[in-house]
């Protein structure tokens, strides 16, 4: 049956609870008996805890208990599960980065826990430490491909790089550098925990992913899987930080368990630098040559990024380089710098983003030193199959971008704009955009009631893309129901299993499963009428049943999905299924791609640089929701706008801490910053994608904005700028 | 937060009585206090509110503007008189903070308004102005933030207000009052260099409770402009900011300054006016190559770190863009 | 100390730490969640309420500085059916996470009942003090304009 609601353009359902304020967070999930805590966290980026005074903190009314490493329950076991991070939870005094939790304050109040914790002295003894890469450049190495997202080996050659770079009538040798960045999304890191007797846990979480949160805290907890519950329905924005459990959230636990009283610990903002994950520092090297027509001979990527002491996380950035252009010569490699500073993690479009800002920069400077249109450029290497593994992309449609961008933007290559009147600068820009379609493992169950409404159901979450809206879509329309027949719940690991929101997937996995289920259902209720002999369907074939608004109609006779079920007793009906990738997936290469065309506004006085107008236009498969859709994008574009002109995390050096620890000197993008942003998508009907034909528009529009910024930067004043953000004093 | 008395002042004296008890601190809009006490950046045992005294009145005299010490940053910004007669004030509290914030803070809050130093709010950072003579991780640390004039090898934290930057500028007069009575004092003494005592931030004695601002407004005055260059479009602090104002005399061929005034914000540890530079101004062509020349000799004596060594070039250029909007007029 | 405070419509007394945040009594003592807590130092406006019709940030608002006070909150400003403006942000999709949705609305509520004209810059300068991770904020701009326009 073709979707008639899927693909429209519906209001989101949770609207209504988020702009009244009722839709609940996970640290506004209301427990009697809560108690309040609070972490106490380290000054040094390394070292040894030799002691922590508690008497002061203890002594505060309300105080319930002050925990240490000295003093905290052992957990079971400490390992993490396979791809998961490190913790730091205090089953030892080592110190490994600065602002580590090392101990944890539990009151029966937030202001009492607040100020008994800063009533806690720790004693540290440090030891040398750095979070330069400089210092530990020396010390690079190659990762395993179990530490990048998709797998991949860390270096990957094709043909001779070398020789292609000799041959080539123009080259571009240069470096870039992308800088530490938090992903700050706006609800703080959240856990209350509440244990229901000695080995059963209820954990609500603001996290991607419930699963994930399930699996490790029953690992380190050893507890059977079944035996730990994690709710969040609501969650204030991820972006990657979310993504995976961190200390804090194993730390609720243990309170909870060890004063005996459900806990509720909150991140402040200052403490989501840091040890809740962020954006590694990259520095990308990039070598590209082209003949005069601007066709590339040959491209090397490297990248280094940082990553911990005593966990390897892998900004992939040289991978956009392995599937972006048609060359012949091409080599690309990551290699990793442990530093004493915490494990960073995905960050909204990991590798794409950073990496694009280097490989989309480079193209740019190529095409300047070859005086050639930048688009131009793009076009002569434009990739027909994927350059590395020799796939067909299963739907590309960057032509397309390209074109529609260029003429949405008016771009004309006029090698450099005049100021205008008031003498700032102006300048286009613009880059390509990708990011690869990933599909994972879902689960949905769809039941329909006797009333004649269903109920879906799986495990994934909501970050506020549309998740809620988006799977009662798919349900609607595969069930054979009005959009006010069904409801979709998600959020908690009862339900089946669902893959965390990340790496723009979910809506692809999510809706695969969601289809399948309802789609199931639907069926089974069809199977059902016509071989029940109350119904009027009787003894009709199944495929000739024709069924709209949960009404079942073959022959001139009808009958209703609320009929069957009542019919069969009054129990639900339920369809379980299951989506995933097959090994037909393999075939191809895929990926979301897509066009951005920026202008910008420099003053040549001042250095400040403002986004006058931003267009993409993005290829993501099917889009199931444009409206939503379109916000995902803007969204992105704008983190696009924050990573090319404003964020980064500093570290001060010396001591090893991150000083831009709030929302005052970490700059996220605010309201004046932010122009004219136009997004527009190019339909695909990708059938090898998944079932939904999905392929995920939550991190493709970061990638390509900085570069594209930049690009338009360099035209503006003739500075290129290869290390972001791009702030005035870069531009003096 | 610690533990510590709370009393709400009804009158003037009975907040100064209660101001020059040991340990106390007044609250008033709260955005500086509530924030800072609750970091334990600040422990007061003694809390005295004088929100709620009646000392909210905006008065334009002839001659100068009188802002009540409770006026918000909103009511000054907003006041007709201080659009007309001061826009370098109006446009400096404009570009400070944001809407809600403005609407709770007050003139004398941000008179006394903390520094936004990363290391003064980090307990686990070493500051002598948070704990006299403890060191400061600042000196050699993360630096893009901080002044390059009027540091000290104990302190090198910038003043955050845009506000006192342009009351630095045009001549503006503290009226405080004390267990000794009332008394003014000009608002470019009224801050502190740090020196040996970055601790000691006002020129205020235990109890003195700021009543009110005067500030003259004078023909430099109803010419003035603030210029701010910040890290993003709004709602960040100041990398350089100025105030200036002109009194230009003669026709349009051949005008000359009068009298100039002109203060920066972001780069001094106190709203940096320069009494050097406005003289070097006065009786020159308003042209882009005067004010260059004043920019040069007011930053001469600016002593750089690592990370904020482009301020140096950022203030001359911010300066010729404030000098240059005010010579255009309003 | 002791004292009262009008919270949207009625009257409530309270038994508080003077200094206790206005924020977290909201939020903690009368479980009114829909005030966020993204920053807790007055840089996100998620926690923006309306003290005596202005707009403040409760996260410093020590909560004696509000006795006898009226405070409205997100939860304040509808009864049974949205407003217009909430109307808005749900049609024009100026939420997604909605964590910075409710500060947004008391925000973008004070300026609507400003009367001022809602071109673009005057309702960014509006909600220039709430910050938005998900947006990228024209929809938040397209929903106080929308609902302008329907209001007025």
Known sequence: ?732 | MRHFTFERAKSVDEAVKGGAQPEAAFLAGGTSLVDLMKLEVLTPLRIVDVSRLDLQKIEARTGGLVLGALATNTDVALHPEVRRRLPALAEALLSGASPQLRNAATVGGNLLQRTRCAYFRDLATLCNKRTPRSGCDALEGWTRMHAILGGSNQCIAAHPSDMCVALAAFDARVKVRGPQGEREIALTDFHLLPEQHPDREFALSPGELVISVFVPTTAAAARSRYVKVRDRASYAFALVSCAAGLELSGGTSGRIIREARVALGGVGTKPWRSIEAERALAGQPPTKDSFRKAAELLLAGAQPRRDNAFKVELAKRTMVRALTLAAEGA | MRLELRINGSVRSLEVEPLKRLLDVLREDLILTGTKEGCGEGECGACAVLLDGQLVNSCLVAVCQAAGASVVTIEGLSSSALTPLQRSFVECGGAQCGICTPGMIVAGQCFLDSGAAATDEAVREAIAGNLCRCTGYTKIVESIQHAARETR
């Open chain 1, 1 to 732: 049956m073709k979707p008639t609601i899927t693909g429209q353009p519906l209001a989101r359902i949770d609207g209504h609870a988020k702009v009244t304020g009722a839709a609940r967070y996970s640290a506004e999930v209301q427990i009697s008996g809560v108690a309040y805590g609070v972490l106490v966290t380290s000054a040094c980026a390394r070292g040894r805890i030799l002691a922590i005074e508690t008497n002061d903190a203890e002594r505060e009314p309300g105080v319930l208990a002050v925990i240490t490493p000295k003093n905290a329950l052992r957990l079971p076991d400490t390992k993490v599960p396979e791809n998961d991070r490190v913790v730091q939870v205090l089953q030892d005094d080592r110190i490994v980065y600065s602002n580590q939790p090392v101990a944890l304050v539990v009151a029966e109040t937030l202001e009492g826990a607040m100020h008994a914790a800063l009533l806690v002295k720790v004693h540290e003894e440090k030891e040398p430490a750095t979070v330069r890469l400089d210092d530990e450049i020396k010390n690079a190495f190659e990762p395993e491909p179990q530490s990048a997202s998709g797998k991949k080996s860390a270096d990957q050659v094709r043909g001779d790089p070398a020789r292609g770079l000799r041959e080539a009538a123009m080259r571009i040798d240069e470096t870039y550098q992308t800088p530490y960045e938090t992903h700050n999304p706006l609800e703080p890191h959240a856990t209350t925990a509440v244990w229901n007797g000695p080995d059963r846990l209820t954990v609500y979480d603001a996290t991607q992913g419930v699963f994930g949160v399930r699996k490790k805290l029953a690992k380190m907890f050893a507890l059977p899987t079944g035996n730990v519950r994690v709710l969040t329905k609501f969650v204030g924005g991820g972006f990657g930080c979310k993504g995976t459990p961190w200390s804090h959230v194993i730390l609720a636990a243990l309170a909870a368990k060890q004063v005996g009283r459900p806990v509720k610990l909150v991140l402040t903002r200052p403490q989501m630098f840091g040890m809740v994950g962020g954006r590694p520092l990259t520095r990308q090297r990039l070598s590209v040559g082209a003949n005069k027509q601007g066709k590339l001979t040959a491209l090397r990527h490297e990248s280094v990024s940082t990553t911990s002491r005593f966990d390897d996380f892998l900004e992939p950035a040289a991978s956009v380089s392995r599937h972006s252009y048609a060359c012949e010569n091409m080599a690309t490699s990551h290699r990793l710098v442990r530093l004493d500073i915490a494990t960073p993690t995905y960050m909204r479009a990991p590798g794409e983003a950073t990496g694009g800002f280097a490989l989309e920069s480079a193209i740019d400077e190529l095409a300047h030193a070859l005086k050639m249109d930048p688009l131009a450029l793009r076009l002569a290497s434009y990739a027909e199959t994927d350059p590395t593994e020799d796939k067909p992309f299963s739907s590309k449609s960057l032509r397309k971008c390209y074109a529609e961008g260029a003429r949405r933007f008016g771009w004309a290559w006029n090698k450099r704009s005049p100021a205008r009147a008031d003498g700032m600068l102006v300048g286009v820009g613009m880059a390509t955009s990708s990011y690869p379609a990933y599909f994972s493992k879902a689960e949905a169950l769809a039941r329909m009631l006797p009333d004649g409404t269903a109920l879906v159901t799986s495990g994934a979450v909501d970050l506020g893309g549309g998740t809620y809206t988006v799977m009662s879509q798919v349900a609607a329309d595969a069930i054979g129901l009005p959009m006010d027949r069904v409801r979709f719940d998600l959020g908690d690991s009862e339900m089946p299993e669902a893959p965390r929101s990340g790496g723009s997937q979910t809506a692809a996995s999510c809706a695969s499963a969601v289809l399948l289920a309802g789609r199931a259902l639907r069926d089974k209720l069809v199977r059902m009428a016509v071989a029940d002999a109350g119904s009027p369907l009787l003894g009709a074939r199944p495929d000739e049943v024709l069924i709209e608004n949960g009404r079942m109609t073959a022959n001139g006779r009808t009958d209703s999905f609320a009929d069957v079920v009542k019919r069969a007793g009054g129990a639900p009906v339920e369809e379980r299924a299951r989506a995933g990738p097959d090994e037909a997936r393999k075939k191809w290469s895929l990926h979301s791609f897509g066009a951005q065309f920026v202008e910008v506004l420099v003053d040549p006085d001042l250095g400040h640089v403002r986004v006058k107008r931003l267009v993409g236009v993005f290829a993501g498969g099917r889009i199931l929701n444009a409206r939503l859709a379109r916000s995902q994008l803007m969204g992105g574009m704008v983190w696009g706008i924050g990573m090319a002109l404003h964020e980064e995390t500093v570290y001060d050096e010396k001591i090893g801490r991150i000083m831009t620890r709030d929302l005052a000197d970490y700059h996220v993008p605010a309201h004046a910053d932010v122009q004219v942003i136009e997004p527009y998508f190019i339909e695909e009907e990708d059938v090898h994608v998944d079932p939904a034909g999905v392929k995920g528009i939550g991190e493709i529009g970061i990638t390509g904005t900085a570069a594209a910024i930049a690009n338009a930067v360099f035209n503006a004043t003739g500075k290129r700028v290869r290390s972001l953000p791009i702030t005035p004093d870069k531009l003096l």
